[in-house]
Structure formats: C-alpha cells, structure tokens
C-alpha cells in the first residue's frame, strides 16, 4: 500500500498521507515516501500549487510512537534530521502547498502542517504539541516554524501548556489562516490552492524564495540544536516509559 497518494486535479496536486490505520502517524517509510513524492511536485510542470491531507478522520495524530521506543541516541538524531530535510524541502519547494486539517494535527502532524505555505482547518480540528506529556519535544523543525508563525509568547504557550486547540482558536491565535466547517474544508483548500495557480509560477517560485530565505537565517543552526536534543530526550528512559505508557493506554 501506498504511504503516499498524489492526484492531479487540473493545475493542482493533492497530496494524502495514507496510514488512515494509525491516524496518519509519521513514521520513517511514510517520510522516505514523502520525500520521492515531493520531488515527483518540483518536477511536474503541470502542478503549480498543491493541497496536503491524510487519509480518513484526521490530517496526522503525530510521530509513530513505537518507532520512537525502537531509536537509541544516534538513530533519533539522524532520524530527526532526515525527517527535518524532508519538511525543509516541502516548505522551500517553490510552488505553495495548502494544508487541509481535519481531525487530529498534533505533533509531527502540526509540524507538517507548519512547513505548509498556508494552512486551513476544520472548527472541529485539534492542533497542538502535546510532546512534553511524554518527556520528548518537537524534532521536525516545529518550535522554529511555531515561534515564526504565532511569535514567541504564545508559542510558549502552546508548547509548555501543551495545549490542544480547535481550529477557531488556532485561527484566533494565527497559527492557521483560516477555520471552516469540517464539510466545507476539501472545498476551500482546493480553491485556495487554485487561486494560487493563477500566479505566474516563476514570479511564484521567486517570491517563495525570497521570503523563506529572509525568515531562514539562522535556522539550519537552530534545526540541528533541536535534534540534538531531541535525540538526548527520546533516549531518556523517562521519555520511553511515557511513551510505553501512551501506547498501552496507561497512565
């Protein structure tokens, strides 16, 4: 099975992450994939703006936790800056992505949907980093795009709160452009994302890189601290037994 399905829907790709099982968990195959595909979008000319989604109730519950149990420091590190370049690629691919969140975007998935040029969710949708809870943090770049996207305090907020947002208190604080009705949301994704079509793509691709690269100094410095200690913390037999803990459903 495909961890991966991309369509074509007149100028626009429609990317599913297809793990529906697992709520569209993030594991290394699923970001492997992700990554061929993203380089299938770069070099399709007919695709000029995509929409990204998951499969089934929810965008993407999070990391693969028992993948995490399986890592020891260095494959948590070298992990973690695979899984950064593969995200780093889709926000500086040169053509604008839309994510489209429904159902659950925590974690990981919040993560992806940060590296996204545009995000709309669902009212109904929760978005958050609930990693603290299980002594890890965000590994995949998040608290940088986080602390860009909705600026310091309440990037704090979310990530020492651990809070859980729906998609209206997700747009009050920008961290999505625009909340939906949950039966509405394909549509205004994709209309987005045709709009964005419209844009000449070369003036598209030069204005994308001129924007990533002023808010982009410093942040391959910053992404590597974040690995690292991401590494250090998922090591941790504190952070396993949390872990162990969410998966066997015990407190």
Known sequence: MALVLLEKKDAVGVLTLNRPEV???LNMALFEELNRVL??????????AFVVTGAGDSFVSGADVNELLSMDLKQGFEASRF????????EKLGKPSVAAIKGYCLGGGLELALSCTFRIAARDARLGFPELRF?????????ERLIRTVGFPKALEVLLFQRILTGEEAERIGLVNLSCAPEELEDVAMKWALDLTKVNPFCMKLALELFYRGVSKGMEEDLAFESALAALLVATEEAKELLRAFVQKRR
């Not at 380089?39 to 000029?48: G, R, S, T």
């Not at 899984?83 to 889709?90: A, E, H, R």
């Not at 002594?135 to 608290?143: K, L, V």
């Open 23 to 25: 709520k569209n968990a």
């Open 83 to 90: 899984q950064q370049s593969v995200f780093d690629k889709l």
């Open 135 to 143: 002594g890890i943090i965000p590994a995949f770049g998040g608290t």
């Open 39 to 48: 380089d299938a979008i770069k070099e399709d000319q007919e695709v000029k």
